[in-house]
């Protein structure tokens, strides 16, 4: 439900990047996304599903909460009862096969419990985590208790996690600390992390992804004018679709990153406040 600054690498490194030559799968994947609707359409549910789309997947969408909110901000939301969320999740599982899970906004302690429970009947399944904590006009999603949840109950389960430097902190318990000192703090908590820049003022944005094993990568790109409505989600979705495709971790996390810079530099301005990420057309992804 938040924005992250995610921007394009050189022109070598987007042709270095391109989405990997593959076999089109004779069915699209299908992936679970847990999140909140956003009623103006530029985040939560609704900008999952149109990055699954153009990822060339099948969307499964449970949505945990609902929220009040425009291009300009969050002004309210309610989570929605344990039971009807797991009733949701439950239905779509018995029928679909799902490759991956993207978890967005969860709301309360109790959501981040319930989807520990589904996430239990999706042994091996990749979870990707973007620990949505608040809006990207500033907004708070939940109080900081859910972020020390999910770090300690789902973050384990997780193959990434996708927050940015401020929600970052908020997992860490560091409010001045830098990405290198937040991934110390997480990364026991889980194997990959790949914490998004942008929200100072530096002319160039680092994206880092931190590995437990000691790998690090860091994409440095120019940043964009302008604030953007939903790119994390866009981010995290996109990623999860790239893996459900069978795309390694790695080049999973590039071609994500060049499709959401791809969004934000076709991204328009809707409404009276941050610009709208234009998830389609499917040639986006191509």
Same mark, same amino acid.
């Given at each position: 439900?938040?924005?992250?600054?995610?921007?394009?690498?050189?022109?070598?490194?987007?042709?270095?990047?391109?989405?990997?030559?593959?076999?089109?799968?004779?069915?699209?994947?299908?992936?679970?996304?847990?999140?909140?609707?956003?009623?103006?359409?530029?985040?939560?549910?609704?900008?999952?599903?149109?990055?699954?789309?153009?990822?060339?997947?099948?969307?499964?969408?449970?949505?945990?909460?609902?929220?009040?909110?425009?291009?300009?901000?969050?002004?309210?939301?309610?989570?929605?009862?344990?039971?009807?969320?797991?009733?949701?999740?439950?239905?779509?599982?018995?029928?679909?096969?799902?490759?991956?899970?993207?978890?967005?906004?969860?709301?309360?302690?109790?959501?981040?419990?319930?989807?520990?429970?589904?996430?239990?009947?999706?042994?091996?399944?990749?979870?990707?985590?973007?620990?949505?904590?608040?809006?990207?006009?500033?907004?708070?999603?939940?109080?900081?208790?859910?972020?020390?949840?999910?770090?300690?109950?789902?973050?384990?389960?997780?193959?990434?996690?996708?927050? %940015? /430097?401020?929600? #970052?902190?908020?997992? @860490?318990?560091?409010?001045?600390?830098?990405?290198?000192?937040? =991934? &110390?703090? +997480?990364?026991?908590?889980?194997?990959?992390?790949?914490?998004?820049?942008?929200?100072?003022?530096?002319?160039?944005?680092?994206?880092?992804?931190?590995?437990?094993?000691?790998?690090?990568?860091?994409?440095?790109?120019?940043?964009?004018?302008?604030?953007?409505?939903?790119?994390?989600?866009?981010?995290?979705?996109?990623?999860?679709?790239?893996?459900?495709?069978?795309? %390694? /971790?790695?080049? #999973?996390?590039?071609? @994500?990153?060049?499709?959401?810079?791809?969004?934000?530099?076709? =991204? &328009?301005? +809707?409404?009276?406040?941050?610009?709208?990420?234009?998830?389609?057309?499917?040639?986006?992804?191509?």
């Amino acid at each position: 439900m938040r924005s992250v600054a995610t921007h394009p690498p050189s022109p070598a490194r987007v042709r270095a990047v391109a989405m990997p030559a593959a076999e089109a799968p004779a069915f699209p994947p299908v992936v679970l996304t847990f999140a909140a609707s956003d009623p103006s359409g530029g985040a939560g549910l609704q900008a999952d599903i149109l990055t699954l789309a153009a990822m060339g997947c099948h969307p499964l969408s449970v949505m945990t909460a609902l929220t009040v909110q425009d291009t300009l901000d969050v002004s309210d939301f309610r989570v929605l009862d344990r039971d009807w969320v797991m009733a949701q999740a439950e239905a779509t599982i018995a029928d679909l096969p799902v490759a991956a899970v993207k978890l967005g906004m969860l709301g309360s302690v109790e959501m981040v419990e319930t989807v520990l429970e589904i996430m239990r009947k999706l042994p091996g399944v990749p979870l990707v985590c973007d620990p949505v904590l608040r809006a990207g006009g500033g907004g708070a999603l939940g109080k900081d208790e859910v972020g020390y949840a999910m770090r300690e109950r789902l973050l384990p389960l997780s193959i990434i996690a996708t927050p %940015n /430097l401020p929600e #970052a902190r908020i997992l @860490a318990e560091l409010p001045e600390g830098t990405a290198d000192e937040c =991934a &110390e703090k +997480l990364l026991p908590f889980v194997k990959h992390l790949l914490i998004t820049g942008g929200h100072g003022d530096e002319h160039e944005i680092h994206n880092r992804l931190y590995s437990r094993d000691g790998h690090r990568e860091t994409f440095t790109c120019q940043r964009l004018p302008g604030s953007y409505h939903g790119s994390g989600c866009t981010l995290a979705s996109a990623l999860a679709g790239r893996l459900a495709l069978g795309e %390694n /971790l790695a080049s #999973a996390v590039q071609t @994500a990153l060049n499709y959401t810079w791809r969004t934000l530099r076709d =991204a &328009e301005q +809707l409404g009276k406040g941050q610009f709208v990420p234009r998830r389609l057309p499917l040639d986006f992804c191509s």
